[in-house]
Each structure stands twice: as C-alpha cells, then as structure tokens.
C-alpha cells in the first residue's frame, strides 16, 4: 500500500463540485491543485488557505474548485456540498458513509481512526472508494466540525 | 413509567393540502437548498424519516435510520420512495420536519437529537448525557409527542454529539 501522489486522475464529469452552493474566495498560501482538501495553516494567516496536511494544517475548510499557483485566489467549497475527493492511498477500500479526515498526504482524505479520537473532519463519503482505481469519490463536505471534542 | 415507543411514522401532509409559503414537498421541507438525490435501498423510505447510508456503505443508497453500529446518518427524507426508488434528502444546514421516536416523552426545542431502535425507523430521540452519537439535528420547536406529529429540527447529519466533560 502506497501512498497517492497525482492529481491528474479525471474526475468524473470534469468538475470538482457536484452540487451545493457554499462557495468561498481564499488566497492560496502554497499552490493548489483543484480537488485538494484545503485548511487553515496551523500558523494562521487570514483567508489563506494550503493543501490539508496533518501535522501542519489546521482546520480544513473545503475542497478547492480550480487550480491556482501560490498567492493566487481561490475558490473553496465547504461545508454541505457535495464534491469530488481522493483519498490518500492505492491499497485500501472506503465504503460509502465513511467518515473521512485529514491526512499526511496532502490535500488527500483518510478514515477515521475510531469515534473517540480527535480529528479534523473533512466528510463522509456518499460512494466506494476503490483505492486501486485511482479515482475520485463524492463526499458530503462536513469541513469546520470536530469528529469528537475532548472528554 | 418508560416512555412508549410510536407503532406508525406520523403521515406528511399530502401535496394538495400544500400551501402556505415556505412548505414544500409534502410539507417536510421547511427551507434551505442543501437537498440531494439518492436511492432507497433495502426498506422503503416515508417523507420525514432520517435516512442513513447502511454499515454495508452502498452508493448514494440510503435507508430509514435506525441505530446501527457502521451506518451513517444522512439527513431527511423530503419525499416517499419505494425500495429502488430516487427521493430527495434534505442534508446539513436545512430545516425540515422529523418524527419524535415516542408516542409520550416530548422534546423541547433546541434539544440535541441521535436515532433509535424503534421499529417506525427514522425517527429521533434526545441524546443522552454524555455518551457519544451521531448527531441527526436540533429541535427548533417543543415537540408534544402525544399528537403524533412532525416536529421542525435544524439538519446537522453527520456531525456527532459533542461529550464536554
């Protein structure tokens, strides 16, 4: 099981938003690619955005919708759309309805480690991510909620 | 006394009797536009049952939400469908009506709502202390479980509740 590094995979229909309205305009501190899931920089610069990276970022915010070089705008969509993701690896399945979180591979999403842990968010996928296909899945965005607060 | 559990899902309002601004689609939709298309899988879905992606987790494929460990909890169901049918699912961040589990324990609005295992399936029960579930919405509005009827919650499937110690 490896790792995913490309963002070149087609996405289904050639947009990252498959439906919703909830779209933001961010500056991009680093460069983009369109479909990475996008988060605060754990430093917190204002309305800047990264690729979510676990460890260095902090709260995702969405899933940005084009691609754009550092310092540019872009727009994210977040919370309650619906959007095409990819998670982080080539070697393990997600079913439909999980839930799914930042990862260390940037701007991909990963399960859940388990209900008691806390984890930044990202959604839950609404269809099967066949990790060997390669390809992008749709994902209710839940970006901003925890997956659990503290006990 | 322990609180009954319904015997039927209350029946939404019929889209003739349809009216007043702000209802839609039998009545269960109350307003906002996160609403999307999926298909009932296994057990047909009734218009304001919380429906869930099953723990055997298929595609866009959602049934009325019963407490199970794996499933997930959607939103609400806005239309009737038949097992195989599309209905419309109103998602996080919309206002629509849901059905209280119990014939005689009310809930008061702005209660924190999770399912249950009553048989009607895709009703709601106030979350309890400090135990961790999945959160299917907010009461909006005081709910008298004696009548039977569907009661406002803000949507917020897929959020959990919260354990604040």
């Known amino acids: ?151 | 006394m322990a609180p009954t559990d319904r015997t039927s899902f209350p029946v939404a309002r019929t889209s003739a009797a349809v009216g007043n601004i702000g209802d839609s689609l039998k009545g269960v939709h109350i307003s906002g536009n996160n609403v999307a298309s999926f298909t009932v899988g296994a057990t047909a879905v009734k218009a304001g049952q919380v429906v869930s992606i099953s723990a055997t987790g298929l595609d866009f494929t959602v049934i009325p939400c019963v407490a199970e460990a794996g499933s997930q909890p959607i939103g609400v169901a806005v239309t009737d469908g038949a097992v195989g049918a599309k209905i419309s699912v109103a998602m996080i961040g919309c206002i629509a009506k849901v059905s209280n589990y119990s014939s005689d324990t009310a809930i008061d609005a702005s209660e924190r709502l999770t399912w249950n295992d009553c048989a009607i399936g895709g009703s709601v029960i106030a979350c309890s202390g400090g135990t961790t579930q999945p959160l299917g919405g907010r009461a909006l509005a005081y709910d008298v479980a004696t009548t039977l009827e569907l009661t406002p919650i803000l949507v917020m499937c897929g959020a959990r509740s919260t354990i604040h110690a």
């Open chain 1, 1 to 151: 099981m490896a790792d995913r590094t490309l963002w070149t995979n087609a996405i289904p229909g050639g947009n990252v938003l498959w439906t919703g309205s909830n779209v933001h305009n961010f500056k991009a501190g680093e460069a983009i690619t369109r479909g990475m899931v996008v988060a605060i920089h754990g430093t917190g610069i204002g309305w800047t955005v990264h690729p979510a990276l676990l460890g260095t970022t902090t709260v995702p915010i969405g899933v940005a919708l084009q691609s754009v070089a550092s310092g540019a705008r872009v727009a994210v969509a977040g919370l309650g759309c619906i959007e095409y993701v990819q998670q982080e690896t080539d070697g393990t399945d997600l079913d439909a309805g999980t839930r799914v979180v930042q990862t260390n591979s940037a701007g991909f999403i990963g399960a859940e480690a388990g209900a008691d842990e806390v984890e930044y968010m990202v959604g839950v996928l609404l269809e099967e991510s066949d990790a060997s296909d390669l390809t992008y899945e749709r994902c209710l965005i839940l970006c901003g909620l925890p997956t659990q607060t503290h006990a």
